[in-house]
Structures are given as C-alpha cells and as structure tokens.
Nanobody, 115 residues
Framework: QTQLVESGGGLVQPGGSLRLSCASS????????MSWYRQAPGKERELVAS???????YYADFVKGRFTISRDTAKNAQTLQMNMLEPEDTAVYYC?????????WGQGTQVTVSS
C-alpha cells in the first residue's frame, strides 16, 4: 500500500508564499499521475494541479501563473510551490497518487491565508 504524507502547510498573509511537499513510500516513477487537491470548508474537494510521469502538467484556472507543481524522483516526492496566495486559497490541501486501478490520498495539510 502506497502512503503519501503532506507537509508545509501553515498560516500566511495575502500575497505570501508556501511550498507544500508530498512524500511517497513508493517510487514516484511508478505512480502514473500525482496531483494536489484542496477542500475549503463547506465546499467540495477540487483539483488544483496534476503532473504525470510523461511530464504533462495541468493547472486549474484559478491557480495558473501562481502555483507550480513538480516531481522529484530522487526524493520520491512532489511539491506545490504556491505564490501570490489569496484568502480564497484557504483550504486543506491533499496529495493524491494514481496508478491504473489504484488511488492513494494523503491526510491533508491546512493552508490558511489571512492577515
């Protein structure tokens, strides 16, 4: 069973930056797609960004130009660099990994953007 563990959340002021990391117990190269989702209070979980082993990358419109997703195969981790954070980015951020027939989730890390 692949385990994913997020880190890097916290409290930041509007306009600030945070870097989230997701460590995998399995080799990143064996996970077809790795993604970041988020869920704000009272809202459904939504896709933020994803990156495939082919290096194909997807960003939700609401983070384009502000967030950057990347994979580090040497560290078996993916990261989400978040810049120009807005209060609307406040949510629990989840790491997700997908292989054919299997989906793995991390436990989530809280990101709060507030002055």
């Amino acid at each position: 069973q692949t385990q994913l563990v997020e880190s890097g959340g916290g409290l930041v002021q509007p306009g600030g930056s945070l870097r989230l990391s997701c460590a995998s117990s399995a080799a990143i190269s064996t996970i077809d797609v790795m993604s970041w989702y988020r869920q704000a209070p009272g809202k459904e979980r939504e896709l933020v960004a994803s990156i495939a082993t082919s290096s194909s990358i997807y960003y939700a419109d609401f983070v384009k130009g502000r967030f950057t997703i990347s994979r580090d195969t040497a560290k078996n981790a993916q990261t989400l660099q978040m810049n120009m954070l807005e209060p609307e980015d406040t949510a629990v951020y989840y790491c997700r990994g997908d292989r054919v027939g299997d989906t793995y989730w991390g436990q989530g890390t809280q990101v709060t953007v507030s002055s």
